[in-house]
């Protein structure tokens, strides 16, 4: 417990000489965000992921045969929107490969204006998914989501990887004493996985009560303020903004 309470506090609090910073507290923010998407994504415009490809992937195969409430229109654009975001994250990711700090900032404040679009299209029909205003938040979203996912792979943090937890929750269990482990980042992939439970809770209480702007606007929020703290905390170019050996 002792070992698990440390890790948590360093990964909320890390040491001055961690190599990766302030990087694992922004990176928790930015899977806060993930929860609030998917929650707006699957319950607000037609049982579809923007930032889960793996759940989408799913989909499709079931909207091809016909499952009810599905469709395969809504799948191909939300894959299509991810791999052009995650393009874009690997092209940002080889112009700042020296800088992580510089990566972050960049990324989430691509995403920012993303989302922001998303944000006014869905304010202009105050809250009601339109079709037009569905296959824009799809894009725009599977868009930011890729963007998202691409730079976390190329930041390198562990058991962070802001969009997808299966390897985690793997971890979690394969690492433990009762495997044999040592458990590693036990606190750090625990903290993961509670704050994308509680970015999907919370988006899902607010878009199942009609506040789809509202989730959208704070998704926004989330994503402004890690940028700005990302372009304060890499100003003085410290350490950990140099790339993981």
């Known amino acids: 417990m002792r070992r698990l309470l440390s890790d948590v506090a360093g990964t909320l609090a890390p040491p001055g000489e961690d190599r990766h910073g302030p990087l694992p507290l922004l990176m ?6 993930t ?3 998917d929650a707006v994504s699957f319950l607000g415009l037609g049982h579809v992921f923007v930032a889960n490809m793996t759940g989408n992937v799913v989909f499709l195969g079931f909207a091809l045969v016909g499952a009810a409430n599905l469709s395969v229109l809504a799948s191909l654009v939300s894959l299509a929107a991810f791999l052009v ?4 994250g690997g092209r940002l990711g080889t112009r700042f490969a020296t800088h992580r700090g510089k990566l972050l900032k960049t990324a989430t ?3 920012t204006v993303l989302v922001a679009v998303t944000v006014a299209a869905a304010a202009v029909t105050d809250g009601r998914v339109t ?4 296959y824009t938040l799809i894009v725009f979203l599977g868009l930011a989501m890729g963007l998202q996912n691409a730079v976390a792979r190329r930041l390198g943090v562990p058991d962070l990887t802001t969009t997808v937890l299966t390897l985690t929750l793997t971890g979690l269990a394969a690492d433990s004493p009762p495997a044999g482990g040592a458990a590693p980042r036990s606190g750090r992939r625990i903290l993961s996985v509670l704050v994308m439970f509680l970015g999907a809770l919370a988006g899902a209480q607010l ?10 606007g704070l998704a926004l929020l989330l994503l402004a303020l890690t940028s700005l703290m990302t372009h304060r905390l890499s100003a003085a170019d410290a350490a950990w903004t140099r790339p993981p050996s």
């Open 28 to 33: 928790l923010t930015l899977t806060v965000v």
């Open 109 to 111: 404040a691509v995403q």
């Open 85 to 88: 975001g995650a393009l874009a």
């Open 131 to 134: 079709t037009g205003v569905q």
């Open 35 to 37: 929860g609030l998407i």
């Open 207 to 216: 878009v199942l009560h009609g506040h789809l702007v509202l989730t959208l």
